[in-house]
């Protein structure tokens, strides 16, 4: 079983920066696929950003502003958010999916879930 605890979210204003961890049990950024979700109020959970060793995914709305990294040494995922915007405003989730090909970028793809960390920008 796989425990994944996120941290790093918190208020900011827009234009501002935020980087997330996931921080997971086991050696498992030293093989699968690492994914980040977020939900906003009232809306379904949204791709954010995915990789594994080979392949990195972004959606469109945040390409250029986010990169998703792992510390495999740290076992810990990394989502650095830059030049935020209010629409980036929901509950962030880091996942993982027990692949080794490309990353999923569909959330009932991933087998492992955070708990989430709350992001707001303020415009």
């Known amino acids: 079983q796989v425990q994944l605890v996120e941290s790093g979210g918190g208020l900011v204003q827009s234009g501002g920066s935020l980087r997330l961890s996931c921080a997971a049990s086991?050696?498992?950024?030293?093989?699968?696929?690492v994914g980040w979700f977020r939900q906003a109020p009232g809306k379904e959970h949204e791709f954010v950003a995915a990789d594994t060793l080979s392949h990195t995914y972004y959606a469109d709305s945040v390409k250029g502003r986010f990169t998703i990294s792992r510390d495999i040494a740290k076992n810990t995922g990394y989502l650095q958010m830059n030049s935020l915007k209010p629409e980036d405003t929901a509950i962030y989730y880091c996942a993982v999916a027990r692949t080794l090909g490309a990353p999923p970028r569909k959330s009932d793809e991933y087998d492992y879930w955070g708990q989430g960390t709350q992001v707001t920008v303020s415009s």
């Open positions: 086991g050696r498992t950024f030293s093989v699968y696929a």
